[in-house]
């Protein structure tokens, strides 16, 4: 059974400071992998993708991947307390048109001003 | 206006009874999800679509039905609530682009007392 790990946290980091999300999976095949925003009683909200191996940056957001470790992570520089969520990472299959995600429980970061 | 809605927001009902609910999008997409969210649990997989025509499992499907009455319209059903199936429920849409990114409807907080 396909699974994505995540650690549930909570990841407490100062304002201004790095945070740092981490997420493992178990397929191999994986081909495509999210990084999903999610404020409590709200709903998810996409923030990154990242389809090969290295560092993919947007703003403050960074996602590396490394397929041969099978870990993606998620760096936000510079935290500010608005990105206090819970942070799920989702990967597809390798036939990206007939699977959906499986979501990791997803990580709850906090950020102290 | 919100390009994926879910009506009702709010359920509270009864073991035994009948629920049904709706999920309609704008973005004309193909494929649409219906995922449960449960503290600790992360989103799960109850069914997709990926056109009117074709229907699918989900890990998680016992207990549930969907109907996908149009393109934009994707109805999930209780036939018999139970208590355990007190949850967040959400609705999804993707495009057929491959990508796999997923945009979420608000919610519906559903309670079976």
């Known amino acids: 059974q396909k699974e994505v790990e995540q650690n549930s946290g909570p990841l407490s980091v100062p304002e201004g400071a790095i945070a740092s999300l981490n997420c493992t999976y178990s397929d191999r095949v994986s081909q495509s992998f999210f990084w999903y925003r999610q404020y409590s009683g709200k709903s998810p909200e996409l923030i990154m993708s990242i389809y090969s191996n290295g560092d993919k940056e947007d703003g403050r957001f960074t996602a590396q991947l490394n397929k041969a470790s099978q870990y993606v992570s998620l760096l936000i520089r510079d935290s500010q307390p608005s990105d206090s969520a819970t942070y799920l990472c989702a990967v597809n299959g390798p036939n990206q048109a007939g699977t959906a995600l499986i979501f990791g429980k997803g990580t709850t970061l906090s950020v102290s001003s | 206006d919100a390009d994926v809605t879910q009506t009702p927001r709010n359920r509270i009902t009864k073991t035994g009874k009948r629920i049904m609910l709706e999920c309609s999008q704008t973005k004309g997409h193909d494929r649409m999800y219906w995922y449960r969210q449960d503290p600790g649990l992360g989103l799960r997989l109850i069914y997709y679509s990926f056109d009117v025509k074709d229907i699918n499992k989900g890990e998680i499907s016992d207990g549930y039905s969907v109907s996908r009455q149009a393109q934009a319209k994707f109805s999930l059903s209780l036939e018999s609530a139970i208590p355990n199936q007190t949850a967040l429920y959400f609705c999804?849409?993707?495009?057929?682009?491959?990508?796999?990114?997923?945009?979420f409807g608000p919610g519906t907080r559903l309670t079976v007392l």
């Open positions: 999804a849409t993707s495009d057929g682009t491959g990508t796999g990114s997923k945009f």
